[in-house]
């Protein structure tokens, strides 16, 4: 598989995340990733899918430098992740599955305003970017709101407003619709889609193509840890109800891939 | 996940939150250190000025009782043991004098936690940590950093791993674990589950402060004090005064 090096910020195609040869094994010995190659270059908005257990958050995790590789590399921005991984992470932001889990302050500002302090910022620098990711979210006049009782759609833009505070590059989503109804994950896809063409890079993993597949320039399909399809997704779209992962209802019908969001 | 617990931070404009968490934690520090010379004045006192606070608060003292009841059970047993001697034979002796002695101590034991509920609940986490750092940065062998960091994350953690508890309490009254009589089994049922959503809920918080950046070289909220601080420092000074009268 070609695998595309980063060239720096003046070139035309620039590639800033990059994984080479890629392996994972976790502690009870199963191989969470096997031989994972890919590039991401700045701006697309990359949809990997797969089913439960196909290694999509443990590759995320690698991206971020949550976990360091068996063997293999990972670059953001050609620097290793592994030399410095703090340097990956204000680079690479991660919202988790589980908005809960990843809720550290009281109120919704001590929230938004968690990543910017980890970065030693002043604070009016940090009043600053909180603003900005709060509006950039529709969550402005929450701050003082405690997280726990937003609703769903409510705590997913609240943690990606968390990490659009530390004003990342690039943008990785596990699962970001899973137990939203349908009016939060029509909001939460419409931030996405505005986030990405204010030019942030977007990953999103999913087993649920029907919601966001549309609106995706890339296509990448994970089954037992590796890599099995990347692609257009008109190109690749075809062949996914194998790997375990249930086509749109468009493609089903044979209309090809429509718009989930009228 | 409504109302998490009262020991939780709760935002608000009361005076109790308008103060510097520096003053609050020398008051809880100094009211606690001095209570056990209290009597019925210094604790009469101190209740009528704490009742207040949380009425000033926004919270309900039903809600405090129901977060405290294991609490609670523990105070009864103290009151218990203290209360009741045997004296030379199996038949329970209960003194009057030993109650109250009881009540006392049981009163004291009460207020240091209420005071905690209300430092915990009107104060972020994070105003607490920083009130600590400040605190423990002259004593030259404590790391006041990581002290702080632990401090908070316990804070942060209380009130969550409450939630869990009452859910998986729940879940199991669902299932009628009232009908196992063996106290031994119904702990052990109860706190299996609790701790393997603890360390992994623990697990997933970790990974999502990594994930931010997180450091102990962090920009810490600012401090300042201002004229309430000195009116609640005095109106300290006058409970503690208290102590002197019966």
């Given at each position: 598989?070609?695998?595309?090096a980063?060239?720096?910020p003046?070139?035309?195609t620039v590639?800033?995340?990059?994984?080479t040869?890629?392996?994972?094994?976790?502690?009870?010995?199963?191989q969470g990733l096997?031989?994972v190659?890919?590039?991401?270059?700045e701006?697309?908005?990359t949809v990997?899918?797969?089913a439960n257990?196909?290694?999509?958050?443990?590759?995320?995790?690698?991206?971020?430098?949550?976990?360091l590789?068996e063997?293999?590399a990972?670059?953001?921005?050609?620097?290793?992740v592994e030399?410095?991984?703090?340097?990956?992470?204000?680079?690479?932001?991660?919202?988790?599955q589980?908005?809960?889990?990843?809720?550290?302050?009281?109120?919704?500002?001590?929230?938004?305003?968690?990543?910017?302090?980890?970065?030693?910022l002043?604070?009016?620098?940090?009043?600053?970017?909180?603003?900005?990711a709060?509006?950039a979210?529709?969550?402005?006049?929450?701050?003082?709101?405690?997280?726990?009782?937003?609703?769903?759609?409510?705590?997913?833009?609240?943690?990606?407003a968390?990490?659009?505070?530390?004003a990342?590059?690039?943008?990785?989503m596990?699962e970001?619709?899973?137990?939203?109804?349908?009016p939060?994950?029509?909001?939460v896809l419409?931030q996405?889609?505005?986030?990405?063409?204010?030019g942030?890079?977007i990953?999103i993993?999913?087993?649920?193509?029907?919601?966001?597949?549309?609106?995706?320039?890339?296509?990448?399909?994970?089954?037992d840890?590796?890599?099995?399809?990347?692609?257009?997704?008109t190109?690749?779209?075809?062949?996914?109800?194998?790997?375990?992962?249930r086509p749109p209802c468009?493609?089903?019908?044979g209309?090809?891939?429509?718009?989930?969001?009228? | 996940?409504d109302e998490l617990?009262t020991?939780?931070?709760?935002?608000?404009q009361?005076?109790?939150h308008q103060?510097?968490?520096?003053?609050?934690?020398?008051?809880?520090?100094?009211?606690s250190a001095i209570?056990p010379?209290?009597?019925l004045?210094?604790?009469?006192?101190l209740?009528?000025?704490?009742?207040?606070?949380?009425?000033a608060?926004?919270?309900?003292?039903?809600?405090l009782i129901g977060?405290?009841?294991?609490?609670?059970?523990?105070l009864l047993?103290v009151?218990?043991?203290?209360t009741?001697t045997?004296?030379g034979?199996?038949?329970?002796?209960i003194?009057?004098?030993?109650?109250?002695?009881?009540l006392?101590?049981c009163w004291?034991l009460?207020?240091?936690?209420?005071?905690?509920?209300?430092?915990?609940?009107?104060?972020?986490?994070a105003?607490?940590?920083?009130?600590l750092v400040?605190y423990?940065?002259?004593?030259?062998v404590v790391d006041?950093?990581?002290?702080?960091?632990m401090?908070?994350?316990v804070?942060?953690?209380?009130p969550?791993?409450?939630?869990?508890?009452?859910?998986i309490?729940?879940a199991?009254?669902a299932?009628?674990?009232e009908?196992?009589?063996?106290?031994?089994?119904?702990l052990?049922?109860?706190?299996?589950?609790?701790?393997?959503r603890?360390?992994l809920?623990a697990?997933?918080?970790?990974?999502a402060?990594q994930?931010?950046c997180?450091?102990?070289?962090?920009?810490l909220?600012?401090?300042?004090?201002?004229r309430?601080?000195?009116?609640?420092?005095?109106?300290g000074i006058?409970?503690?005064?208290?102590v002197?009268?019966?």
């Amino acid at each position: 598989m070609a695998v595309l090096a980063w060239r720096g910020p003046q070139d035309n195609t620039v590639s800033i995340i990059q994984t080479t040869h890629l392996y994972h094994r976790f502690a009870d010995d199963t191989q969470g990733l096997c031989d994972v190659s890919l590039a991401f270059n700045e701006g697309e908005f990359t949809v990997i899918a797969g089913a439960n257990g196909s290694g999509k958050t443990t590759l995320l995790r690698h991206l971020n430098g949550l976990l360091l590789p068996e063997s293999g590399a990972v670059t953001v921005c050609g620097k290793s992740v592994e030399e410095d991984p703090m340097a990956a992470r204000q680079q690479v932001g991660m919202v988790f599955q589980d908005a809960d889990s990843q809720i550290v302050g009281e109120t919704v500002y001590d929230d938004a305003a968690f990543g910017p302090e980890n970065l030693a910022l002043g604070r009016l620098q940090i009043n600053r970017r909180v603003t900005r990711a709060l509006e950039a979210v529709d969550l402005c006049g929450f701050e003082n709101k405690r997280p726990h009782h937003l609703s769903g759609g409510e705590k997913r833009r609240l943690a990606i407003a968390g990490v659009l505070a530390m004003a990342p590059r690039v943008l990785l989503m596990d699962e970001p619709f899973s137990n939203l109804d349908y009016p939060a994950t029509c909001l939460v896809l419409d931030q996405i889609l505005n986030l990405h063409s204010n030019g942030h890079t977007i990953i999103i993993t999913t087993h649920d193509l029907e919601k966001v597949v549309a609106h995706a320039q890339r296509l990448v399909v994970m089954a037992d840890g590796r890599v099995v399809e990347d692609g257009l997704p008109t190109e690749v779209i075809d062949g996914v109800a194998r790997y375990g992962i249930r086509p749109p209802c468009s493609v089903q019908l044979g209309k090809g891939i429509r718009p989930w969001m009228s | 996940m409504d109302e998490l617990s009262t020991i939780g931070f709760a935002p608000g404009q009361s005076p109790l939150h308008q103060l510097d968490p520096r003053t609050k934690q020398a008051l809880l520090m100094g009211l606690s250190a001095i209570s056990p010379w209290g009597r019925l004045t210094f604790l009469v006192s101190l209740s009528v000025v704490i009742l207040l606070s949380f009425r000033a608060a926004g919270i309900r003292l039903s809600r405090l009782i129901g977060d405290i009841r294991y609490f609670l059970l523990f105070l009864l047993f103290v009151f218990v043991v203290r209360t009741v001697t045997f004296s030379g034979g199996w038949i329970p002796n209960i003194s009057v004098e030993l109650a109250g002695e009881a009540l006392m101590v049981c009163w004291r034991l009460l207020m240091v936690v209420s005071m905690g509920a209300l430092l915990m609940a009107t104060t972020r986490a994070a105003d607490i940590r920083a009130a600590l750092v400040w605190y423990l940065k002259p004593i030259p062998v404590v790391d006041e950093k990581m002290a702080a960091t632990m401090v908070g994350l316990v804070v942060r953690f209380l009130p969550v791993i409450l939630f869990q508890a009452a859910e998986i309490s729940d879940a199991q009254r669902a299932r009628g674990i009232e009908r196992r009589k063996n106290p031994l089994s119904r702990l052990m049922i109860f706190s299996l589950p609790l701790f393997r959503r603890v360390f992994l809920s623990a697990d997933e918080l970790v990974a999502a402060m990594q994930a931010r950046c997180y450091s102990e070289h962090r920009t810490l909220p600012d401090l300042s004090f201002s004229r309430h601080d000195g009116l609640a420092i005095g109106a300290g000074i006058l409970i503690s005064l208290t102590v002197l009268f019966p």
